[in-house]
Nanobody
Framework: QVQLVESGGGLVQAGGSLRLSCAASGRTFSRYTMGWFRQAPGKEREFVAAISWSGGSTYYADSVKGRFTISRDNAENTVYLQMNSLKPEDTAVYYC?????????????????WGQGTQVTVSS
């Protein structure tokens, strides 16, 4: 069993920055692909970013490419999402997720474990 706990959300103005953190339990953190998803009120959960087990490969949704950066520190069992140039449309609950299967990285159904989410609100 893997437990994921997100933190770092909050209220920021458009153009501002936030860094989300996801702390993972277990000693096999480095074997998991990690992803970030978000869900805005009344909308479906959508893929944001993912990072391979080694950190050598990253993937981003087109909507955040160039603004968000995903990274991981396997020694600390933590994955991060640095969010810059935030827009009101980035407002959502952000979820950290982990998967072990070699499945598609941008589909929520591919992930095995999920955090509780952290709220990000961007004012206009």
């Amino acid at each position: 069993q893997v437990q994921l706990v997100e933190s770092g959300g909050g209220l920021v103005q458009a153009g501002g920055s936030l860094r989300l953190s996801c702390a993972a339990s277990g000693r096999t953190f480095s074997r998991y692909t990690m992803g970030w998803f978000r869900q805005a009120p009344g909308k479906e959960r959508e893929f944001v970013a993912a990072i391979s087990w080694s950190g050598g490969s990253t993937y981003y949704a087109d909507s955040v490419k160039g603004r968000f950066t995903i990274s991981r520190d396997n020694a600390e069992n933590t994955v991060y999402l640095q969010m810059n140039s935030l827009k009101p449309e980035d407002t959502a609950v952000y979820y950290c997720a982990a998967k072990i299967r070699p499945s598609t990285y941008n589909s929520g159904s591919s992930y095995d474990y999920w955090g509780q989410g952290t709220q990000v609100t961007v004012s206009s």
